[in-house]
């Protein structure tokens, strides 16, 4: 692969990481704003998009199973690339 071509390919790489931090960022500025109105209380959608959002998964079994819950915790793939 020639210089030019990896400089452009890295370039590429470097663009939708920089989106991916975008919309990360937008998303928190909102969920600062919301969180600074100690009046405003999350509904059940939002509360589910921001977990998700962070990569964070509950499993709950029957009572019965042992261990009764998992977490996972999978940030998003931008996290890895910085």
Same mark, same amino acid.
């Given at each position: 692969m ?5 400089d ?24 600062r704003?919301?969180l600074?109105? %100690?009046?405003h209380? %999350? ?11 962070l ?6 079994w029957?009572?019965?199973?042992n261990?009764? %819950?998992?977490?996972?915790?999978n ?8």
């Amino acid at each position: 692969m020639c210089e030019l071509a990896y400089d452009k390919q890295a370039h590429e790489e470097w663009k939708r990481i920089q989106e991916k931090l975008d919309r990360i960022h937008e998303k928190c500025a909102v969920w600062r704003e919301k969180l600074s109105d %100690f009046n405003h209380e %999350f509904s059940y959608e939002e509360k589910r998009e921001a977990v998700s959002f962070l990569g964070i998964k509950a499993i709950v079994w029957k009572k019965g199973h042992n261990p009764n %819950f998992e977490i996972q915790c999978n940030p998003p793939n931008v996290a890895s690339l910085l």
